[in-house]
């Protein structure tokens, strides 16, 4: 089993009968039901509100991948908890960075620059295209896919030039946007994909929610966990060429 937390900041919720009426139980919920259409997940969810918004030492331990929706509040996000997160992705948990969640404090600080773009409010149509049709990631998805109604992010997108681009969204208006792309940080694979603005259904799209469940697989860990160390190794364990040089390897 696949062990995910879904972290949303639940705050649109509260305020807005727009957002409360497509999302009843927050937009984390949503997407956490989503995900459990897979029988292979073990889904929870945790929130801004929460004791540590959630995400406790023991929460994250037992966390493989972590997906992250934020918007209002990324200021609120104690600087602490993003330590911890950036530390488990760093050891190989695997990070989903949702739409507005490209200025949180976590995405920001694991790209290392400003992740900043254009955006328009306008209901405008949206088209993901598929860029790499054999990636993990876009498997089950034709040659593209269509929301109906969205805000439009465009370029330029400030963020470091990915490993991969699974897809880049046309819209209505003309804009372009680099969609949904891959990083590796050390052990811990990210993916940051656009679609999910609080105003409308998004996270009830059939296609979105496929994107994510498969997100989910490919982000997952493999292999060993990293511990942040740098142990130094006794001259005995060194190769036996270099015994006659004394001193210490480091
Ligand atoms: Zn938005």
Known sequence: MLRVTVWGENVHEQKHQVVRDHYPDGMHNC???GLREDKGFEVRTATLQDDEHGLTEDVLEHTDVLTWWGHTAHAAVEDEIVDRVQARVLQGM???????????????????????L???????????????????????IDRYFEIENTEMYGEPFAVPAPDETVFVSWFEGGEVFRSGLCYRRSNGKIFYFRPGHETYPIYHHSTVKQVIKNA???????????IDSCPGIALEDAPESLESKGGSVH
């Open 216 to 226: 989910v697989k490919w982000v997952a860990p493999e292999g060993t966990r990293w």
């Open 118 to 140: 254009t955006w328009r409010e306008a209901g405008e149509k949206e088209r993901l295209w598929v860029c790499n049709a054999g990636h993990p990631i876009a498997q089950g």
């Open 31 to 33: 997407i956490a039901d």
């Open 94 to 116: 695997g990070l989903i960075v949702l739409h507005s969640g490209h200025y949180s404090k976590i995405f920001r600080r694991l790209m290392g620059t400003t992740c900043s």
